[in-house]
């Protein structure tokens, strides 16, 4: 089963609106970490945030972590048509005895009209 | 600099055929990582490399071999080709120390099919 899951699966929104995007994990973790990959490319960082932390900005991005309830979530401001993508969340797990690893989420689908 | 390139973009095999997808990575990362794509499975780990000549296995790592003779190169060998391989191949690195705590740097992927 998948350690991330982003929810939804889907979304659609017209430009200028937030985007919301959600994904929750099973097992504690290191740090999370959102990254976004257009239409046939390669996945592209977009933030990380530590265990230890709740809230992280990044330009539009606003990534906050909750490890009480083990979810993340992703918020798209003011959103634009160059946002239309899939987004991933990876949680970085250390697992004792064996290496640490990264996991991706199944992602959700991102669509900005204008 | 390049990033990390992959080769080819895309493939097309018979089953039972042998390949090599190559990844190669400018920045000098010693961890590199092999990912495949799947519709609804998102990304799962192949193989992965903390530096020239250390490899290990990932999560789905039966059918594929790996070496690392370099610290730019990390190609993926296909040994017997099979339907089940058809995916999104991606490769990926970043600095060896914290490993997959890092943030990845991806390459642009190889969409392979198999007959």
């Known amino acids: 089963s998948q350690q991330g899951e982003e929810d939804p699966q889907a979304l659609s929104i017209q430009e200028g609106e937030n985007a919301t995007m959600n994904c929750s994990y099973k097992?504690?973790?290191?740090?999370l970490q959102w990254y976004r990959q257009n239409s046939g490319r390669g996945l592209v960082h977009l933030i990380l945030?530590?265990?230890?932390?709740r809230e992280k900005h990044s330009g539009r991005l606003r990534v906050t972590l909750d490890t009480s309830k083990k979810s993340s979530s992703l918020l798209i401001t003011a959103s634009r048509a160059a946002d239309t993508a899939s987004y991933f969340c990876a949680t970085a797990v250390h697992n004792t005895g064996t290496a640490s690893k990264l996991t991706f989420g199944t992602g959700t689908r991102l669509q900005v009209t204008l | 600099n390049a990033g990390v390139t992959q080769t080819p973009k895309f493939q097309v095999l018979k089953t039972g055929q042998s390949m090599t997808l190559q990844c190669a990575q400018d920045?000098?990362?010693?961890?590199m990582s092999w990912y495949r794509q799947d519709p609804g499975m998102g990304l799962r780990l192949i193989h992965y490399s903390v530096g020239a000549g250390i490899t290990d296995q990932g999560e789905v790592p039966n059918g594929y071999n790996v070496s690392r003779s370099t610290t730019e190169d990390f190609p993926l060998r296909l040994l017997s080709a099979a339907p089940s391989q058809t995916s999104v191949y991606f490769c990926?690195?970043?600095?060896?120390?914290?490993?997959?705590?890092?943030?990845?740097?991806f390459g642009p992927g190889t969409r392979l099919t198999v007959l």
């Open positions: 920045m000098n990362h010693e961890y």
């Open positions: 945030i530590r265990s230890n932390e």
């Open positions: 990926a690195s970043t600095l060896r120390t914290l490993g997959p705590y890092n943030e990845q740097f």
């Open positions: 097992t504690s973790i290191n740090n």
